[in-house]
């Protein structure tokens, strides 16, 4: 007996979605029956990612940039079912670097984006539909260089909470990530990644990896549950239930910002800042930015 495609004659789209955790949402979206659109930065990788998961249509433009997203959305020809946006990586740095006009961009990035969509989603989005939100684990998140990070994945859940109030019916949630086995986290970690595989593999209660296509696979489900709103879900594997030793080495709250995979001292002993995915509890478990 064959089920039903969970998101038939649905329109999805999914910001974001030439990579990564953004691509394999618009695979599973697309397996399940939906039109879907995918919107990124870059139209090359975007026409690629749509032939290989059978989306209806590309949109090349920066999510961040206000005016292309509303010249976005009112371009649309006509209502949508669900947004999924997976969103750019983090701003860090350690204290003493920390720069305003940077700092300022990234809150705006992670805060005001998902309020910047909400403000289109009314009127486009139709009763019912979802806006579904990538985030990073609260679970960690102290340390170096992790300030603004921490701040982001704390504020997110409740950004949501109240969107889910002020644009009702529409639904908002929040995926909240950990280590994801994604092409930013095989960039991140570099030689470090099959280690860190080993690492997770043994320690979390799964007994493997988060994959891309489980957090697909979670985010067709809140498009398709009509009860849920307001939520965030964390999707780690177990990672947070560990004591704090067995979540890895390298976490963020137990080693210097140096100590970060990947980035080398620049003459005078500065520390390289660079922009990251996600916003989870190790630099090295960032899930977001599929981009």
């Known amino acids: 007996m064959t089920s039903e495609p969970q998101l038939a004659g649905k329109t999805v789209i999914v910001i974001g979605g030439s990579s990564g955790i953004g691509m394999e949402t618009a695979r599973r979206a697309a397996q399940e029956g939906a039109g879907v659109i995918i919107a990124g930065r870059h139209a090359d990788r975007l026409k690629q990612a749509a032939a290989e998961v059978?989306?209806?249509?590309?949109?090349?433009?920066?999510a961040t940039d206000q005016e292309a997203l509303q010249r976005f959305f009112g371009g649309l020809p006509g209502p949508v079912d669900h947004v999924m946006v997976t969103g750019p990586g983090p701003y860090y740095a350690p204290l003493a670097e920390l720069e305003r006009d940077r700092g300022q961009l990234d809150w705006d990035h992670h805060i005001w984006l998902p309020v910047a969509v909400a403000q289109q989603a009314v009127g486009r989005v139709r009763p019912?539909?979802?806006?579904?939100?990538?985030?990073g684990t609260r679970g960690g998140g102290r340390g170096p260089g992790l300030s603004l990070i921490?701040?982001?994945?704390?504020?997110?859940?409740?950004?949501?909470?109240?969107?889910?109030?002020?644009?009702?019916?529409?639904?908002?949630?929040?995926?909240?990530?950990?280590?994801?086995d994604s092409p930013l986290s095989a960039t991140l970690l570099g030689a470090n990644l099959d280690k860190r595989r080993a690492q997770l593999r043994a320690t979390l209660p799964i007994g493997r990896v988060v994959e891309p296509a489980d957090v697909a696979a979670l985010a067709v489900h809140l498009?398709?549950?009509?009860?849920?709103?307001?939520?965030?879900?964390?999707?780690?594997?177990?990672?947070?239930?560990?004591?704090?030793?067995?979540?890895?080495?390298?976490?963020?709250?137990?080693?210097?910002?140096?100590?970060?995979?990947?980035?080398?001292?620049?003459?005078?002993?500065?520390?390289?800042?660079?922009?990251?995915?996600?916003?989870?509890?190790r630099p090295q478990d960032q899930a977001v930015g599929s981009r």
């Open 54 to 62: 059978g989306a209806r249509d590309t949109a090349a433009f920066d």
């Open 150 to 180: 921490a701040a982001n994945s704390a504020a997110l859940p409740a950004l949501v909470a109240n969107l889910a109030i002020e644009i009702a019916p529409i639904r908002v949630n929040l995926i909240a990530a950990g280590f994801v």
């Open 223 to 281: 498009m398709s549950n009509t009860a849920v709103t307001g939520a965030t879900y964390d999707i780690d594997g177990g990672q947070q239930l560990l004591p704090g030793e067995l979540r890895g080495a390298g976490s963020a709250s137990r080693h210097h910002h140096r100590g970060f995979p990947g980035h080398r001292r620049r003459p005078g002993g500065r520390v390289p800042r660079a922009r990251l995915g996600g916003g989870g509890q």
């Open 128 to 135: 019912g539909g979802t806006l579904l939100f990538m985030g």
